[in-house]
């Protein structure tokens, strides 16, 4: 069992910069790929970026490409998104995910978290 833990969302205006953090419980998280993914209000879930359990590969949904990078810090069991030169229709909320592969689609995780809401004004 894996518990996913989101933080780091907030207000912002267009062109600035958020970092989001999910912290995971248990002892095997370096085991697993991490996802996230946005959900805006009568829209469908969104994948933003996957990572590797290892770190070393990483992809990118093509909205946010050369914009949003993921990171992993397995010692800390917190996987990370930072978000530059954000704009209005990055505005959201956004979940963490944890699974076997960095799959782009929901159905590729098992564990997730309770979502970490984004507004971005213009």
């Known amino acids: 069992q894996v518990q996913l833990v989101e933080s780091g969302g907030g207000l912002v205006q267009a062109g600035d910069s958020l970092r989001l953090s999910c912290e995971a419980s248990?002892?095997?998280?370096?085991?697993?790929?991490m996802g996230w993914f946005r959900q805006a209000p009568g829209k469908e879930r969104e994948f933003v970026a996957a990572i590797s359990g290892s770190g070393l590969s990483t992809n990118y949904g093509d909205s946010v490409k050369g914009r949003f990078t993921i990171a992993r810090d397995n010692a800390k069991n917190t996987v990370y998104l930072q978000m530059n030169s954000l704009k209005p229709e990055d505005t959201a909320n956004y979940y963490c995910a944890a699974g076997g592969s960095r799959s782009s689609t929901a159905r590729g995780y098992t564990y997730w978290g309770q979502g970490t809401q984004v507004t971005v004004s213009s």
């Open positions: 248990g002892r095997t998280f370096s085991r697993y790929a």
